[in-house]
């Protein structure tokens, strides 16, 4: 497939009807994707996700629009959880959506509401154990790109919103790329839309090739969200930076999610191993990064930090590494 092919426009609002009732609408986010989905039903329509800000109204509105819906029938907005790629664009759905419940799962709620608590918790969110600081330049992007709102409380695990007739959807937790992240299931398609709670061996450029590490923070969980999609087992898997995986594809897509955790987890353990005297957190960063797979090792490392503090941490959790020391205020991590 060419990158023409792959790479979505501006003008590119058409949805693809990917499914009975789900529809994928890709929206520009520089070099990369992101994929909204609209669920439709006789009764209503949700939205997941918002993308960011204007997402909504340059994309969603015309998408409804194409699909014959109005506004005032979407019912629910899901936002899967707390990046502004995804939640940049609340306020917009707020002032779109009238008649809409707009919710996320509960530990996101309070991220997603206060941009504050989002660059403390998650964009600067290793500052303060770790020493170490996200680029400006991207926060400055991430600030750019959202406009925030109140939401209208949580999505719990195992909540059903009825669209009308047999379109019933469940939300589902899928903790790990963040703890509140959550999934939609759609059992009349027995498809599964999933949003970055897994996230293979890299996230990708709309052209498919890797463009930075897969950005999980919750070692446990993620590998948990992984065994439980398996376990549903759904044949048509919906992501916000992939294709559209069916089948085999899905099934190899959620395999690469576990294999990847499981050998970064070797990594950084080895990389700990190797250095008796120890590491600081951007030491690990600089020695993992250019092993851990295939995107350009500069400019990455701010992605690289979730998961290998996730894994520090469950290593540290399991009495296999320890913090013994610091090296000019910042702490210094090792082999137990
Ligand atoms: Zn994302």
């Excluded at 899928?174 to 293979?200: E, F, K, M, Q, T």
């Excluded at 080895?270 to 797979?293: E, K, Q, R, S, W």
């Amino acid at each position: 497939m060419s990158m023409a092919d792959r790479m979505p426009r501006t003008d590119d609002v058409a949805p693809v009807e990917v499914a009975p009732g789900v529809h994928r609408i890709d929206t520009p986010l520089g070099a990369r994707f992101t994929s909204l989905y609209v669920v439709t039903g006789p009764a209503g329509v949700l939205l997941y996700d918002t993308g960011i800000d204007g997402t909504i109204p340059a994309h969603v509105l015309p998408a409804l629009e194409l699909l014959g819906r109005r506004s005032d029938e979407v019912v629910a907005v899901i936002v899967s959880h707390c990046d502004v790629d995804h939640f940049g664009g609340v306020a917009d759905a707020r002032e779109a959506f009238a008649n809409a419940r707009i919710v996320a799962g509960a530990l996101d709620v309070p991220v997603i509401e206060d941009y504050e608590r989002y660059v403390t918790e998650r964009a600067r969110g290793f500052v303060a154990d770790y020493g170490w600081d996200e680029d400006p330049a991207v926060l400055a992007w991430c600030r750019s790109v959202t406009r925030e709102g109140r939401l209208d409380g949580a999505a719990a695990d195992g909540e059903r919103i009825d669209l009308g007739g047999d379109r019933v959807v469940e939300v589902l937790a899928v903790p790990g790329h963040s703890r509140g992240h959550v999934a939609v299931d759609v059992p009349w398609a027995n498809a599964v839309i999933v949003g970055d709670a897994v996230l293979a061996a890299s996230v990708d450029l709309a052209d498919g090739t890797p463009a930075f590490p897969p950005t999980y923070r919750h070692v446990d969980d993620y590998l948990e969200t992984v065994a439980r999609l398996e376990r549903l087992d759904r044949g048509l898997l919906l992501t916000a930076h992939y294709p559209v995986m069916r089948g085999e594809a899905a099934g190899a897509f959620l395999a690469r999610s576990r294999e990847f955790a499981e050998r970064l987890d070797r990594l950084v353990a080895d990389a700990l191993a190797t250095m008796p005297d120890g590491l600081t957190f951007a030491d690990l960063l600089a020695a993992v990064n250019p092993i851990a797979g295939g995107w350009p090792a500069d400019g990455t490392e701010g992605a690289l930090a979730f998961p290998v503090a996730g894994h520090l941490e469950r290593l540290i959790a399991e009495g296999r590494a320890l913090r013994v020391g610091e090296r000019d205020g910042v702490a210094v991590w090792a082999t137990a």
